[in-house]
């Protein structure tokens, strides 16, 4: 600003180049700002501007294979068979099975054949211990044979290698038709 400007009070109250002046009212108290604010608030910008995008990639999905997903085929209400003997088992058959199951493998057993049944379904079968003891894969394993009958379906005579997962409770490995071998040792 010149001398002779001020006094008068024309011209511009700015003469600095590239500054942004307001046009002042009388008597106004203007802050001086030097760019410091405008800075923090473009960080505080910034600083939600990548909280939002990050936080909102955790709704995207998107497919994993480069050329979209295969379509599956829609199945609902499936759980699977409950058991590895029969698929018509249902979760007590199965609980009175594995009951027999142990009782007929425990290695300090009297080896005799064990048998089970329920009266609600109508299922039962037999097992009994088709070796001695053995140990595989670091487990106490046994063949077995069963012998299981249905309600509503012919009666099935398998043979089966089972291992001892706990104290009680024993899994079965595989099985086959009696008669064929269910696996090596």
Same mark, same amino acid.
């Given at each position: 600003?010149?001398?002779?400007?001020?006094?008068?009070?024309?011209?511009?109250? /700015?003469?600095?180049?590239?500054?942004? /002046?307001?046009?002042?009212?009388?008597?106004?108290?203007?802050?001086?700002?030097?760019?410091?604010?405008?800075?923090?608030?473009?960080?505080?910008?910034?600083?939600?501007?990548?909280?939002?995008?990050?936080?909102?990639? /955790?709704?995207?999905?998107?497919?994993?294979?480069?050329?979209?997903?295969?379509?599956?085929?829609?199945?609902?209400?499936?759980?699977?068979?409950?058991?590895?003997?029969?698929?018509?088992?249902?979760?007590?058959?199965?609980?009175?099975?594995?009951?027999?199951?142990?009782?007929?493998?425990?290695?300090?057993?009297?080896?005799?054949?064990?048998?089970?049944?329920?009266?609600?379904?109508?299922?039962?079968?037999?097992?009994?211990?088709?070796?001695?003891?053995?140990?595989?894969?670091?487990?106490? /394993?046994?063949?077995?044979?069963?012998?299981?009958?249905?309600?509503?379906?012919?009666?099935?005579?398998?043979?089966?290698?089972?291992?001892?997962?706990?104290?009680?409770?024993?899994?079965?490995?595989?099985?086959?038709?009696?008669?064929?071998?269910?696996?090596?040792?």
């Amino acid at each position: 600003m010149t001398r002779e400007s001020a006094r008068t009070g024309s011209g511009s109250p /700015c003469t600095l180049l590239y500054r942004a /002046c307001h046009a002042q009212n009388e008597g106004a108290i203007m802050p001086h700002h030097d760019g410091r604010l405008a800075l923090v608030l473009m960080r505080r910008i910034a600083l939600a501007a990548t909280l939002g995008l990050s936080l909102s990639a /955790c709704s995207i999905s998107m497919p994993l294979s480069p050329f979209g997903a295969a379509q599956e085929p829609l199945t609902t209400g499936s759980i699977g068979p409950v058991s590895p003997l029969a698929d018509v088992h249902d979760h007590e058959d199965w609980r009175r099975a594995r009951a027999a199951l142990a009782v007929a493998l425990d290695p300090q057993g009297s080896g005799t054949r064990v048998t089970w049944d329920n009266p609600d379904t109508g299922n039962g079968g037999a097992f009994e211990s088709a070796s001695k003891a053995y140990v595989q894969d670091d487990r106490v /394993c046994r063949d077995f044979a069963a012998d299981l009958s249905f309600a509503e379906k012919n009666p099935r005579v398998v043979s089966g290698i089972a291992c001892r997962m706990s104290e009680s409770d024993w899994r079965i490995d595989r099985t086959a038709p009696r008669g064929e071998r269910a696996g090596a040792r």
